[in-house]
C-alpha cells in the first residue's frame, strides 16, 4: 500500500500557510491565488490550526461575519488530526471518513513535511489501481500468448 512519504515525493512538499493574525479575507486571496482549499496556520515554525474554505462558509458567511474584520485564529480549526510520513493512504482515508476532514498535515518531529488533501488520496489510489490493471493485463495477455505457442 502506498505511504504518505510516496505522495509527498510526487506531489512536493510546498505547504501555504498563513499567520493566526492574518484577516480571513488575506487567507481567503491568497487560496485564491494558488488554487487551494485549505492553509496551514503556522504561528513562527509552529503548526497552531487549519484554515479551510468550510471554516469561511460555516464561520464566516453563515453567522454574517465580516472576513475583512475576523482574524484566521477565531475560526481556525484547532483540534487538528495530523500524520506522519509512513502512514499508509488506507490511514489517511478511514482518518478522514472518520473525522470529516478533507486535509491532513504531514508532520515529522513536530514540523510540517507537507498536507494532503483527499484529492491527493484520491489520485493515489487511482494510480495504483491503474497500475494494477496494467500488470494484471501484461500476465493475461503473457498467459494467452503462452497458450497459443
Known sequence: MTTVQRIIKR??????????DATVFEALELMAEKKIG???????????????ERDYARKIILL???SQ????????TDK?????ADTTVSEC?????????????????????????IGDLVSSIIDE????IQQLGSYIS???QAIDD
Open 93 to 117: 482515508m478511514n482518518l478522514m471518513t472518520k473525522h470529516h476532514i478533507r486535509h491532513l498535515p504531514v508532520m515529522e518531529d513536530e514540523r510540517v513535511m507537507g498536507m494532503l488533501s
Open 129 to 132: 489501481q491503474q497500475f494494477t
Open 11 to 20: 506531489k512536493g512538499t510546498d505547504v501555504w500557510s498563513t499567520r493566526p
Open 64 to 66: 454574517r461575519r465580516r
Open 69 to 76: 474584520e475576523t482574524q484566521v485564529s477565531e475560526i481556525m
Open 38 to 52: 485549505a492553509l496551514l496556520v503556522m504561528d513562527d515554525d509552529r503548526l497552531v490550526g487549519l484554515f479551510s
Open 80 to 84: 487538528l488530526h495530523t500524520v506522519s
Open 142 to 144: 503473457g498467459a494467452y
